[in-house]
């Protein structure tokens, strides 16, 4: 079982930057793949970004390739999306995941452990 913590979100204007972070319990962080996903109101969650086991291989959308920086800390148990040159059309509620595979997926049904979401508000 691993639960999961998102903290980091809030509002910002266009062109800011924020810094996600998701906080997992358990001693077997390091055995999943971590991913970030978002979603926007009236959509459909869609995915953002993920991170293997080792933070070796990274996956992200297009529309945040450039922008957005997953890492993650594996003695501390947590993950992190740095977002910069924030755009209104990222205004959503990001959540956190953890898939128990090494391959960063895209999927959300790959994914297992879900946290419960960061507000994240872009204004123009």
């Known amino acids: 079982q691993v639960q999961l913590v998102e903290s980091g979100g809030g509002l910002v204007q266009a062109g800011g930057s924020l810094r996600l972070s998701c906080a997992a319990s358990?001693?077997?962080?390091?055995?999943?793949?971590m991913g970030w996903f978002r979603q926007a109101p009236g959509k459909e969650r869609e995915f953002v970004a993920a991170?293997?086991?080792?933070?070796?291989?990274?996956n992200y959308a297009d529309s945040v390739k450039g922008r957005f920086t997953i890492s993650r800390d594996n003695a501390k148990n947590t993950v992190y999306l740095q977002m910069n040159s924030l755009k209104p059309e990222d205004t959503a509620v990001y959540y956190c995941?953890?898939?128990?595979?090494?391959?960063?997926?895209?999927?959300?049904?790959?994914?297992?452990?879900w946290g419960q979401g960061t507000q994240v508000t872009v204004s123009s």
């Open positions: 995941a953890a898939a128990s595979s090494w391959y960063p997926a895209e999927p959300p049904d790959e994914y297992d452990y």
């Open positions: 358990g001693r077997t962080f390091s055995s999943y793949a």
């Open positions: 991170v293997s086991w080792s933070g070796g291989t990274t």
